[in-house]
């Protein structure tokens, strides 16, 4: 039972532009949604949150949207940079504390 | 300066060996975890340990044993029991219930 999917193995985008990552899941008891990034045989670092009394969080060229009517989020990424290559997971924290990870979104962005 | 470590970053285990990953903080953080990466896959969590000398086994437990005996150390066992070990293993920690959880740089088990 996959609580919390990306649909989308990956995603290229071209320097500059916006990238969307997407992340839908099924429990709606969840209470907070992180986004981490992950470089090959890495650690993910933690990018940004949202609790799931709020529809967007913002930092710098990052902003995470809530539609909870829907159970999607997505991350936002402007201007994007080649540095931004990397794996976003997504994950939902549930009320005991225990994070549940998508797939994983390896995103490419080209020069 | 504080943060996770693991050790070692690489891990070579012969059939029928059991073998433990090192994972220790600094970060005086009380609860401490263990996921598993496959190519193609997201984490997931083998065990957990929201305090000293307790923890309870997460979605994949089997093959895997943990100790908590020490707030700053949270070693993983992989048995001989556990069939497909070849992953990354990625340990993380997490302070107050509402903060996020860091992780570790990781270590790559491979079987001879």
């Known amino acids: 039972d996959q609580q919390v999917k990306q649909n989308s193995p990956s995603l290229s985008v071209q320097e500059g532009r916006i990238s969307i990552l997407n992340c839908d899941y099924t429990?709606?008891?969840?209470?907070?949604f992180l986004w981490y990034k992950k470089y090959p045989a890495e650690g993910p670092t933690f990018l940004i949150s949202i609790s799931s009394i709020k529809d967007k969080n913002e930092d710098g060229r990052f902003t995470v949207f809530l539609n909870k009517s829907a159970k999607h989020l997505s991350l936002h990424i402007v201007p994007s940079q080649p540095g931004d290559s990397a794996v976003y997971f997504c994950?939902?924290?549930?009320?005991?504390?225990?994070?549940?990870f998508g797939q994983g979104t390896e995103l490419s962005v080209k020069p | 300066d504080g943060g996770i470590t693991q050790s070692p970053k690489y891990l070579f285990r012969k059939e029928g060996q059991n073998v433990t990953l090192s994972c220790e903080q600094n970060l005086n953080h009380d609860a401490m975890y263990w996921y598993r990466q496959d190519p193609g896959q997201g984490l997931r969590l083998i065990y957990y340990?929201?305090?000293?000398?307790?923890?309870q086994k997460g979605d994949i437990a089997e093959g895997y044993s943990v100790s908590r005996e020490k707030k700053e150390s949270f070693p993983l066992t992989v048995t001989s029991a556990q069939k497909n070990p070849t992953a990354f293993y990625l340990c993380a920690s997490r302070g107050r219930p509402e903060e996020t959880q860091y992780f570790g740089p990781g270590t790559r088990l491979l079987v001879l």
């Open positions: 994950a939902a924290k549930n009320q005991g504390g225990k994070l549940i």
């Open positions: 340990s929201q305090i000293v000398n307790d923890f």
């Open positions: 429990n709606s008891m969840f209470d907070y």
